[in-house]
């Protein structure tokens, strides 16, 4: 058995706030860092969010509708909208998204949906961003060796580099211990 099928999978609710935002082929490409599922948010979250001014704290409100349930959260937005303006309040330059361990927030165009989503969702594995933060040119960190790794700043692609490879590993071994299985 590999270590990906003795791990549980990872649960990942999304709300779309229009119809048919999220990547068909975001699953396939996300289940191969770690088994997960992408299941449509119920109910009780949909009509949360759905009702959510942008005032009242976005975790707690997500918390509390599912119940404290272990699970993380994809929204898929734009850039006119409460998530967005979530986002850029925490990161000035996260103007696709953003990420904060349990919560993701895609708000890219189109074109770079997938990338994004790929991104925002490697968050969850820990996995750092592989650009400078706070300076505006958004250069990438010297240990990202992939000029077209998704983590880097804009980067459209599906790629990821050595370091973010072993950042996935990690968070690997530290769920496998988590779970008693290592
Ligand atoms: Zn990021
Ligand atoms: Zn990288």
Redesign the pocket.
């Known amino acids: 058995m590999t270590t990906n099928q003795l791990r549980q999978s990872m649960k990942i609710y999304y709300y779309e706030c229009v119809p048919n935002s999220i990547h068909p082929k975001l699953l396939e490409l996300f289940s191969q860092y770690t088994p997960c599922e992408l299941i449509e948010a119920p109910q009780r979250l949909t009509a949360a969010l759905k009702a959510w001014d942008g005032k009242y704290d976005l975790g707690s409100l997500v918390s509390i509708a599912l119940e404290f349930e272990d699970c993380r959260i994809l929204i898929l937005s734009n850039v006119d909208s409460h998530f967005h303006r979530w986002c850029t309040d925490q990161y000035c330059d996260a103007h696709w998204g953003?990420?904060s361990e349990y919560i993701s927030v895609d708000c890219a165009p189109d074109h770079s949906r997938l990338a994004n989503q790929l991104?925002?969702c490697l968050?969850f594995l820990g996995v750092q961003?592989c650009y400078v933060e706070n300076d505006p040119r958004h250069p990438p960190k010297g240990s990202c060796t992939n000029p077209s790794c998704v983590?880097r700043y804009g980067v459209s692609s599906t790629d990821i580099c050595d370091s973010v490879a072993e950042q996935v590993v990690q968070h690997s071994n530290i769920l496998l211990k988590d779970e008693g299985r290592a």
């Open positions: 953003c990420s991104h925002e968050h961003d983590m």
